[in-house]
């Protein structure tokens, strides 16, 4: 089968067996490197895409599924001129470690941020709480989320 969809604003098609995953068409096809294959059970976010502005592990979602969809990896919102808001907020509390992670949590909270979903402490730990990172604690990524929703400490 051919799956078509919007990928990071372009129409596309890619050809899909029907167990094939969003993340190995991104990766395989497409050559989009950014959602990572982690845990491959939906639990660390390492994978996460947005589709149609809603965060997805890509590592369970069949590729049919974006089929007339609009799918946006890191690549793609890297592109876009809010991303700089988003990577400053990282950088300056220093909250990119070994960096598997950030993609899965800016895109997180792009989604969060887009559904006004990211106004208070509680939506950011709630929200967040599908993105794990394995280096060390939170403190620092939190603090930017913070900072990309404007939410006071």
Same mark, same amino acid.
């Given at each position: 089968m051919t799956v078509e969809f919007t990928l990071n604003g372009r129409q596309v098609s890619a050809p899909a067996e029907p167990n094939t995953l969003l993340l %190995?068409?991104?990766?395989d096809h497409f050559r989009l490197t950014g959602a990572k294959? +982690? *845990? %491959?059970v939906q639990v660390c976010g390492s994978c996460t895409v /947005? =589709?149609? $502005? @809603?965060? =997805? +592990?890509?590592c369970t979602y069949l590729a049919h599924e974006a089929a @007339?969809? !609009? =799918?946006?990896? &890191?690549e793609g919102f890297s592109e876009?001129?809010?991303?700089?808001? #988003?990577a400053s907020a990282f950088e300056r509390h220093a909250a990119v470690q070994c960096g598997f992670c950030t993609p899965g949590f800016l895109l997180t909270l792009k989604s969060l941020r887009d559904a006004g979903? /990211? !106004?208070?402490? !509680? %939506?950011i730990r709630h929200g967040l709480d599908g993105n794990l990172c394995r *280096?060390? $604690? #939170?403190?620092? &990524? /939190?603090?930017a989320a913070r900072d990309i929703g404007e939410v006071a400490a």
């Open positions: %190995d068409l991104l990766r294959r +982690s *845990c %491959d /947005l =589709v149609d $502005g @809603g965060p =997805v +592990s890509a @007339g969809r !609009e =799918v946006l990896t &890191i876009l001129p809010e991303f700089e808001h #988003y979903d /990211l !106004e208070t402490e !509680e %939506d *280096c060390t $604690g #939170y403190r620092a &990524i /939190l603090e």
